[in-house]
């Protein structure tokens, strides 16, 4: 069946909109500058599993991203799975340009060293398996070779452009201590 005609031209805004009322949780995915030797790194919320066999994971990267080139040509990556105490981490790695790590508490906890914020839920050491080319972004999909736990704390989530943390809910659909 031939794909309907789109009678509709979607707005930028209208698009952002509507997805951000979809909630995501946030990584950070690090490695380090070949040229410097430090640490850099970005904040994605477009992270995924995409199969447990193989273990493959993906999240999608800006094409005008300036980090992602650094990230990508390390061999291997980190992606750190961010808790909401880690909200001030998610800023830094969110911005564009400039020492990302500056102020950031990190250890090089991965087999391979690669750094991961204090504090995170977890982390998984990765190559990049593929890259796809989608719209104005890549999706970027990734092999896991280790992976570790951390903290276990309510992880950062993002919801309508702003940082949030999860809460569980009870059977009847409200939260504890209501």
């Not at 805004?13 to 970005?42: K, N, S």
């Not at 977890?122 to 190559?127: A, R």
Request: aromatic share 8%; glycine share 10%; hydrophobic share 40%.
């Amino acid at each position: 069946m031939p794909p309907l005609p789109s009678t509709n031209r979607i707005h930028a805004d209208e698009f952002r909109t509507a997805l951000g009322r979809f909630a995501t949780g946030v990584v950070a995915i690090t490695a380090y500058e070949h040229a410097t030797g430090r640490p850099t790194g970005m904040a994605a919320n477009s992270f995924a599993s995409v199969s447990v066999d193989p273990p493959l994971v993906s999240f999608c990267v800006g094409r005008t991203s300036s980090t992602w080139p650094l990230l990508r040509a390390s061999e291997r990556l980190c992606v750190a799975i961010l808790g909401a105490h880690q909200v001030d981490t998610c800023g830094r790695l969110a911005r564009r340009g400039g020492d990302k790590f500056r102020d950031v508490a990190w250890q090089p906890a991965t087999p391979g060293g690669l750094p991961v914020p204090d504090g995170a839920l977890g982390w998984l050491e990765c190559s990049v398996e593929a890259e796809h080319p989608a719209g104005d972004h890549d999706i970027v999909v990734a092999r896991v070779h280790h992976l570790a736990l951390g903290e276990d704390r309510a992880p950062l989530v993002f919801f309508r452009s702003q940082y949030g943390a999860f809460r569980l809910l009870k059977e009847d659909g409200t939260r504890d201590g209501e």
